[in-house]
């Protein structure tokens, strides 16, 4: 059997204790550089929170996020009531604020601080024993919303008799919100639109009425997914449906710019009346406020609804009419 001669594997050993130690030196390097990395990880929920001390020793804690909602307000809810397609106020953690569907304005941190801490310490919102303040079923109620110091609130400020120390301050809370907001304000622009579709069997028959132009998907098909199909009426030929009349959808529709653009085209306007085989359909472009747009959730409100429920969003193809209801 061959053998190397001494020097040579001497000189092999060598090589190869050289090349660990190269690499070996090279993995302490890269570790040492990587320690010493300046740039501290990334957090959004300490970057996004802003926590201030008011009027009292207990520290306010909110998000400070241009899509966070801190305070927002409806107006509904009564078996007899109207339908709302948006929220009366939505303030944002940001400081900008949006007033129904049309008007932005913006506060300062301080203005936006001095709110919440009235709303905290002044009227103890937050530590209500009852969040309920509404006796009369069949009539309408403000609902305030919070979402601030780790909580989320529901306040309902209608008619009632009882806890009227609460009652007031609740009153005044919600006059304090509205007098915060009495700034310059401009037209809001929204970056998206949604579809709301419910069939109308009371179209305008004086007027022209377009045909849907859209082949993406039907009218048939968006007013079942929002509104589902229509209840048969054994009384008249008149059939109805309270969905986007009285109550809201169960699911509503992402627009893409093109598609909004077609629709507002044919319509003139931002609701209107479309034909579809014979059949009449009342559709609304719905704008989307910022946190709508983040969440997939639009904020509407509907008569006999006790609490706020967000409406599911759609981003994608609408779904198909089902097989029984199609037939």
């Known amino acids: 059997m061959d053998h190397l001669p001494k020097d040579d594997t001497s000189a092999t050993g060598a090589k190869t204790r050289s090349v660990f130690f190269i690499l070996a030196c090279c993995g302490l390097l890269l570790l040492a550089l990587s320690s010493c990395d300046p740039t501290p990880p990334s957090s959004s929920s300490h970057t996004q929170n802003r926590t201030f001390t008011g009027s009292s020793t207990q520290p306010i804690t909110y998000s400070s996020s241009p899509s966070d909602v801190l305070i927002r307000t409806f107006y509904g809810g ?10 009366q106020v939505s303030i944002y953690g940001d400081g900008s604020y949006i007033l129904g569907l049309d008007r932005q304005g913006k506060l300062t941190t301080e203005e936006l601080q001095q709110l919440l ?31 601030f110091n780790g909580k989320q609130e ?25 007098e915060a907001l009495k700034g310059s304000t401009q037209p809001y622009k929204a970056s998206a639109v949604s579809l709301l579709v419910r069939q109308t069997f009371s179209p305008d028959l004086h007027t022209r009425i377009p045909s849907w132009p859209l082949a993406d998907f039907t009218l048939a098909q968006a007013a079942i997914y929002e509104c589902g199909p229509v209840p048969p009426d054994e009384t008249s030929q008149n059939a109805e449906t309270a969905c986007l009349k009285f109550v809201i959808p169960e699911h509503a529709i992402l627009l893409n710019g093109a598609q909004a653009q077609s629709i507002q085209g044919a319509l003139s306007g931002s609701q209107g009346d479309f034909t579809e085989q014979d059949l009449y359909y009342t559709v609304f472009l719905r704008p989307l406020l910022p946190d709508e747009a983040a969440s997939k959730m639009l904020a509407m409100f509907g008569s006999d609804q006790e609490i706020f429920r967000g409406v599911p969003l759609l981003s994608g193809k609408v779904p198909p009419i089902p097989s029984q209801t199609a037939s």
């Open 78 to 87: 009564g078996l007899n009531g109207s339908f709302s397609f948006d929220p």
């Open 117 to 147: 801490n009235a709303l905290v310490n002044t009227y103890g919102l937050l530590n209500f024993s009852q969040q309920r303040f509404s006796d009369v079923q069949d009539e309408n109620a403000t609902f305030l919303e919070l979402a």
């Open 154 to 178: 529901e306040l309902v400020y209608g008619t009632t008799n009882s806890n009227q120390d609460e009652y007031q301050r609740l009153g005044q809370a919600l006059t304090a919100i509205n």
